[in-house]
């Protein structure tokens, strides 16, 4: 079965960069949709960014639209969030989700439900 591990998350101030790692276990990524959400403290888990398979279309939420970018490296069985520009409004547990089935033609972040598989999140954190 599929799992991942999400790692890279840590405590920078407002401006600086992270990059996220979701190692994935039991299962290739290839034919899997991937997205990245996060979820703060009293609040639902929030959408960040999604790729599909074979074509690696992206999707990004406009909070994070042209400061995040979702990679992965199937060869590598991982995905990656770069996070540039780091806000208070950023801070969070991010989640790395998988989705299989049918390829679509862009994949949503609207909606964490569709994504069957999760790792535990790593946390990120940042101040002014």
């Known amino acids: 079965q599929l799992q991942f591990v999400e790692s890279g998350g840590g405590l920078v101030r407002t401006g600086e960069s992270l990059r996220l790692s979701c190692a994935a276990s039991?299962?290739?990524?290839?034919?899997?949709?991937i997205g990245w959400f996060r979820q703060a403290p009293g609040k639902e888990r929030e959408g960040v960014a999604c790729?599909?398979?074979?074509?690696?279309?992206?999707t990004y939420a406009d909070s994070v639209k042209g400061r995040f970018t979702i990679s992965r490296d199937n060869a590598k069985n991982m995905a990656f969030l770069q996070m540039n520009s780091l806000k208070p409004g950023d801070k969070g547990v991010y989640y790395c989700?998988?989705?299989?089935?049918?390829?679509?033609?862009?994949?949503?972040?609207?909606?964490?439900?569709?994504?069957?598989?999760w790792g535990q999140g790593t946390q990120v954190t940042v101040f002014s």
């Open positions: 790729i599909i398979p074979l074509l690696y279309t992206t």
């Open positions: 989700g998988g989705l299989g089935g049918p390829i679509p033609h862009t994949c949503a972040i609207d909606g964490y439900g569709r994504y069957g598989y």
């Open positions: 039991g299962a290739g990524l290839e034919h899997y949709t």
